[in-house]
């Protein structure tokens, strides 16, 4: 159902954008690059519809371009590299306050999707006290979503846990499985990979 709604989403952006331009097969199709932070589940759709070859029936030929974090991704967006993404909402609230000229077109995902692991002898929420825990950057939605799980649960960020930056999916489970960090956020099919390797899931 969510996938279902995603798509739909993304085709009537990707179609207003085309407004106006004739779709015919003789009409050289529009260029756009899209960045997108993360090679997850949920934006495996965008691909689908690349290799479909529903942006050229729009108009539009598409490059999507693969740059590690929303922080990066934003950054990359402000100076005119990337001129549409798909971010997270903390990623473009910052860079709003931050004074960027940056929109915020649309939220494919209503909910909290991320599973948060740990190493096996964390086994309660008081046991990450004083724990170290991996994001993919610090400002990123991992971050966020970290920071609002265990504020939740009565943990108070900075103090009593540390948060930093070591990368993507890969690397995070690398660190985690040899105990480097303690705890990180996941999300299909990476929270798979995580059960795997006989992580924690909370």
Not at 3 to 26: D, N, Q, Y
Not at 109 to 134: E, H, M, S, V
Not at 176 to 198: C, H, M, N, W, Y
Request: net charge positive; proline share 5%; charged share 15%.
């Amino acid at each position: 159902m969510i996938m279902k709604f995603f798509f739909r989403l993304i085709l009537s952006l990707l179609c207003i954008l085309a407004i106006g331009r004739s779709t015919s097969h003789a009409q050289k199709l529009e260029k756009l690059v899209i960045g997108y932070p993360a090679p997850v589940a949920s934006l495996g759709i965008i691909d689908v519809m690349r290799k479909a070859g529903l942006f050229k029936k729009n108009g539009l030929d598409v490059d999507l371009v693969y740059i590690q974090g929303s922080p990066i991704l934003t950054t990359a967006m402000v100076s005119g590299q990337v001129p549409l993404s798909f971010l997270s909402g903390a990623a473009i609230v910052a860079s709003a306050v931050g004074g960027a000229d940056t929109v915020y077109l649309a939220c494919g995902i209503n909910t909290l999707y991320w599973r948060f692991f740990t190493t096996p002898n964390i086994k309660t929420i008081a046991d990450l006290k004083g724990k170290t825990l991996g994001v993919t950057t610090v400002g990123s939605q991992e971050d966020s979503v970290v920071r609002f799980i265990l504020r939740d649960r009565g943990l108070i960020p900075d103090r009593d846990f540390a948060v930093v930056a070591v990368g993507g999916a890969p690397t995070r489970l690398a660190a985690l499985s040899k105990g480097v960090i303690q705890g990180s956020t996941f999300i299909p099919p990476q929270d798979i990979a995580a059960e795997r390797l006989g992580l924690n899931p909370f």
